[in-house]
């Protein structure tokens, strides 16, 4: 079995065909299988892009967006302590808890949900702790810890707000097919 990475390979764009062609840098004998990786990617991209999906697929991927909360009390607290303005964060949330994407949506969302004063002190004060004063460039909500049972609740709250909210303004994909379908005349 060789996979077309081993030989060395290039893929080239085929406009008379709408695709790639790849092509091996070296000899494959004839019947020799080859084989090539399309990488992780969502099924939607495998869908869209190659015309099939993948049965438990770990790479699939849905967009979250993250918005601040304008009437938070502490959200001033917050800007202080980020240097900036909260701004809408869009997360592409996979279905591993264990990707590094995801675990920074959690990490955002304990932080944009934290209504506790004092835990947000003591989040900053860890910050400033393990930070060298000239390093310091604002505390990043991505790295947020856990600070308590009841914030962990709330950002689990917020997750399923989120996907609901997505899951019934989404279009479907049946209404996806027709808006790219050309109008009768």
Same mark, same amino acid.
């Given at each position: ?68 909360? #304008?009437?938070? /009390?502490?959200?001033?607290?917050? %800007?202080?302590? @980020?240097?900036?303005?909260? !701004? ?11 990707e590094n994407n995801v675990l920074e949506f959690f990490a955002y969302l304990r932080f944009v949900e934290l209504r506790d004063q004092n835990k947000l002190v003591y989040l900053y004060g860890v910050y400033e702790a393990n930070t060298n004063s000239e ?7 991505? #790295?947020?810890? /856990?600070?308590?049972?009841?914030? %962990?609740?709330? @950002?689990?709250?917020?997750? !399923? ?25």
């Amino acid at each position: 079995r060789r996979c077309v990475q081993e030989t060395g390979y290039q893929r080239r764009v085929h406009g008379e065909r709408e695709g790639f062609i790849i092509e091996a840098l070296e000899d494959i004998e004839r019947g020799e299988p080859v084989y090539d990786s399309y990488g992780k990617k969502c099924n939607s991209r495998f869908f869209l892009n190659y015309g099939f999906i993948v049965l438990n697929n770990d790479g699939n991927e849905v967009a979250l967006k993250v918005s601040f909360d #304008k009437s938070d /009390p502490l959200l001033q607290r917050k %800007e202080q302590m @980020m240097q900036e303005s909260p !701004k809408d964060k869009i997360f592409r949330v996979m279905s591993s808890v264990e990707e590094n994407n995801v675990l920074e949506f959690f990490a955002y969302l304990r932080f944009v949900e934290l209504r506790d004063q004092n835990k947000l002190v003591y989040l900053y004060g860890v910050y400033e702790a393990n930070t060298n004063s000239e390093e310091r460039e604002g505390y990043k909500p991505q #790295k947020t810890p /856990p600070v308590s049972i009841e914030n %962990e609740t709330d @950002m689990l709250k917020k997750v !399923k707000q989120l996907c609901t909210c997505l899951l019934y303004t989404s279009p479907s994909p049946r209404d996806r097919q027709k808006s790219r379908m050309p109008s009768s005349a």
